[in-house]
């Protein structure tokens, strides 16, 4: 068990080669996870999908084919390699909320947070990783070049002919 201070924190994923990833000061508390527990997980995953027409641009930065994205915008099937991850996962008193879940790829992104997590384990004080956004990408992802990025122009149109149609503007 490592109890790691917020400086060694973001240290530890700065060498996960996540270093802009926020972490948060949390403090374990028994959890309370019902039995049924996976369905509402389940159905948790499908109402986080459909809040994702407002992460457009950090979708695009994915390098999704355009099938995966529609499919995932559309609700129909999750991309290779991606996870949904909690902010505060249910072993540690995290909630099956639309606000505690965040998507990455799953390697090595969500695979490093694992570690990252278990490494603290028995700590009094854990520091969660904590995106600011739905959708992590790393920073390192979302620079483009001087000509722009046709991918995320693309997407970005598609996804707004999309949330016109279903009329969530």
Known sequence: MTQLTHDSAEKKLSDMGMGDMP???????NPCVCADWFLQYKKLCREFIKTL????DQ??????TQDEFLALIMGRAIPPNMSFRFRIPLTLGGTLDTDNIFMC???PHSHQLDIFL???YGAD?????NPTSKVYVPSYNTSGGDGGNATSDRLSQ???QII???GME
Do not use: G, H, K
Not at 125 to 129: A, R
């Open 125 to 129: 004080t854990i520091w969660l990783p």
């Open 164 to 166: 016109a149609s279903r």
């Open 118 to 120: 278990i490494n603290q």
């Open 23 to 29: 972490v948060t000061e949390y403090r374990p508390v």
């Open 105 to 107: 790829r799953t390697f």
């Open 53 to 56: 027409t407002d992460s457009v």
């Open 158 to 160: 598609i996804a707004a």
């Open 59 to 64: 979708l695009a930065m994915l390098n999704l």
